[in-house]
């Protein structure tokens, strides 16, 4: 219970409508985007192809 008190301060802004920032989107913005879409997709990836593989290598 102790922990969800950390998580929260994380997770409760992104469901907050406020926005301290400008509507316009900056290329810090477009760059952080990107990074994480790249990140998801390598892990996404990263993932699978270890799925498919590992059994390949699994003594029978």
């Known amino acids: ?7 929260l301060r994380w997770i409760a802004p992104l469901f ?3 926005s301290p920032e400008p ?3 900056s290329s810090e ?9 790249t ?3 390598l892990s996404l990836v990263l993932g699978v ?3 498919l ?3 390949l290598f699994a003594a029978s």
């Open 53 to 55: 593989i590992l059994p």
């Open 29 to 37: 913005s477009r760059t952080a985007r990107h990074g994480a879409v």
């Open 49 to 51: 192809a270890a799925g």
């Open 39 to 41: 990140a998801a997709t």
């Open 1 to 7: 219970v102790a922990s969800l008190f950390y998580y």
């Open 23 to 25: 509507a316009d989107e």
């Open 16 to 18: 907050r409508d406020e």
